[in-house]
């Protein structure tokens, strides 16, 4: 066989009931790109760890630390994930469902204020 | 296996046509995809629960950087340190997944099993590491805390260093309060001290840092996320010696890494939001 490592391969057969070709075009930039992504993650978390021991507001911290979440979360997604790279009814079908989650973050905060708990509800 | 990349009536034009996945990827691909939107969903639903209790009991909530102050070796409370440790393990366990799929795709099967074998080792850090998270959970303060017949728990400033570093400064012997409030009026704490009992550490009755619904919370979440973990590093090691007993590079490719990569990273995803809602905000 020739040697792996001067060849890269054009793609794969994906062996399931299509057996269909699936392109593959190595980059080597590609791992320039892991790398910077894992710098991202971490400067943003040491950011997070740092900023949660400044005295902002509360409301201005939470809001931010949700938002580096958002972002952090992304990276991770579309780097690691690869979904950056994919087809956009694939990551469609992956992120839209989300919307559903939004609103049942906002029905479920406004339900939970109207629990019937009493206010050291230990018991 | 047939050779045919078509069938013979694929429709190449149209995604939607037949014959082929719409979305281009193998069926393994597309249905790890959708298996973590599903799991995405329970774990959102766990964290929007544990939102909600909090919204709504906000003001008695426990500080989280009084509850996770432990650091190896180290006797000072050091809050969010070792979860912030714990987080880069896991990103870093993230990393070395990754180059294992790209080596993967330049058909490196040496660099995938050294990639792998760190990404496991990762994992193992990781699990331990919230092992002893749980141990100091569970195991508490030397002191602990006070518990009222009706419930509320009244700390001692000892335990409550957020309170100092918002220049708080408490005497010892006072106490604080559910809402978070210094007691200094003696007569207050002697009526207190004579009907309380003391408690140590958190587990499914007690809860010595605060509400028992945060004990709760935070062992089903991050017990369900460890579980998670756990089986992801149960999996890794399957693929690994699949790895080193050459069952890829025997295959001609090695997508099996990277759907396995898929479900590493959805747990280290996870890890990122469960990590954002228990400690920072």
């Known amino acids: 066989m020739a040697d792996h490592k001067h060849e890269t391969p054009h793609g794969y057969y994906t062996g399931d009931m299509h057996n269909q070709f699936v392109p593959e075009h190595y980059d080597p930039k590609n791992r320039g790109v892991i790398w910077r992504t894992f710098w991202i993650l971490l400067i943003i978390t040491i950011g997070e760890v740092a900023i949660a021991f400044t005295s902002l507001s509360k409301e201005l911290l939470e809001v931010i630390f949700i938002t580096l979440t958002v972002v952090k979360a992304y990276f991770i997604v579309a780097f690691f994930m690869h979904l950056k790279h994919e087809k956009m009814s694939l990551v469609y079908s992956i992120l839209l469902p989300f919307i559903l989650i939004v609103y049942l973050i906002a029905m479920c905060l406004t339900e939970a204020n109207y629990l019937n708990l009493w206010d050291t509800m230990f018991k | ?281």
Not at chain 2, 42 to 64: D, N, V
Not at chain 2, 69 to 79: A, D, I, K, N
Not at chain 2, 161 to 186: R, T, Y
Not at chain 2, 267 to 272: K, M, N
């Open chain 2, 1 to 281: 296996m047939a050779a045919e990349a078509t069938l013979a009536h694929e429709n190449s034009s149209n995604p939607w046509g037949g014959g082929k996945s719409p979305f281009g990827i193998s069926w393994g691909k597309m249905m790890m995809w959708f298996f973590l939107v599903s799991d995405a969903f329970t774990f959102s639903s766990l964290i929007i629960a544990y939102g909600s209790f909090r919204h709504r009991l906000t003001h008695i909530w426990p500080t989280a950087n009084d509850v996770f102050t432990h650091f190896p070796f180290v006797h000072e409370h050091l809050p969010l340190a070792y979860v912030g440790l714990m987080t880069f393990i896991l990103i870093m366990s993230s990393v070395t997944m990754v180059l294992a799929v790209d080596a993967g795709h330049r058909r490196d099967n040496k660099s995938v099993a050294v990639w792998m074998g760190l990404t496991i080792i990762g994992g193992f850090m990781f699990l331990g590491s919230q092992a002893w998270e749980w141990y100091n959970f569970i195991s508490g303060t030397p002191d602990g805390a006070l518990k009222m017949p009706t419930g509320e728990i009244y700390r001692f400033p000892e335990n409550a260093p957020s309170l100092h570093a918002k220049g708080i400064h408490a005497p010892d012997w006072a106490l604080i309060s559910p809402e978070h409030k210094v007691i200094e009026d003696k007569a207050e704490i002697a009526r207190i001290k004579a009907v309380a009992q003391p408690i140590h550490g958190a587990n499914l009755t007690d809860n010595e840092y605060g509400h028992p619904l945060f004990a709760d919370f935070f062992f089903f979440i991050t017990g369900f996320h460890g579980f998670h973990v756990f089986s992801g590093v149960v999996i890794n090691i399957i693929i690994f010696f699949n790895v080193l007993s050459g069952v890829y590079s025997r295959r001609g490719h090695y997508e099996q890494i990277e759907k396995t990569g898929l479900y590493w990273h959805f747990v280290d995803l996870v890890w990122v939001f469960v990590f954002t809602f228990f400690y920072l905000v």
